[in-house]
């Protein structure tokens, strides 16, 4: 499964968010949001550091087995020994996913807020809503293939 589309669209996304939150006045609006936006920053922060050990741990693996070289950046293709940690990590992956749609839904409603005035809480809710989608989504659909895959080839040691 190719994710380099959702990858590139992912980055433009997390771009724009960076900047409405950096516009977003020191309001009411702002204050209720704050403490989640931050745990959300420290949870993200944990996950990205779990990925970074899974996949330097994979690429480790791959170099000591002489299938890759020593100035490889990123594993291309996935072999069965990976399935062990990447269960490990799918949880992490999806409770960050699912908090982006928790954050989403808190912004939606507090564009409701009698002082909601600022444009940025309902851009951020937007932000928040399609880094959900595209996350998740695309997070089953590598799943899928890969389990897909991983039939495959069990069928043709049979």
């Not at 771009?15 to 020191?26: E, I, K, N, R, Y």
């Not at 989640?36 to 994979?58: H, K, N």
Request: proline content about 2%.
């Amino acid at each position: 499964c190719r994710i380099k589309g959702w990858w590139v669209m992912h980055h433009y996304v997390s771009a724009f968010l960076s900047g409405v939150m950096l516009t977003w006045p020191d309001s009411k609006m702002y204050q209720i949001f704050r403490n989640q936006f931050l745990s959300f920053s420290m949870y993200q922060s944990f996950v990205q550091f779990l990925q970074y050990y899974y996949q330097s741990g994979c690429l480790y693996r791959l170099r000591a087995l002489g299938e890759r070289h020593n100035m490889d950046l990123t594993v291309e293709g996935f072999q069965s020994w990976m399935w062990r940690g990447l269960t490990f990590l799918l949880p992490f992956l999806f409770f960050g996913h699912f908090w982006q749609f928790y954050n989403a839904i808190t912004l939606f409603r507090l564009t409701n807020h009698p002082d909601c005035k600022e444009w940025q809480v309902s851009m951020c809710g937007l932000a928040f809503l399609v880094l959900f989608l595209g996350n998740f989504l695309t997070t089953v659909r590598v799943i899928y293939q890969k389990q897909k895959q991983r039939e495959k080839n069990v069928n043709k040691q049979l």
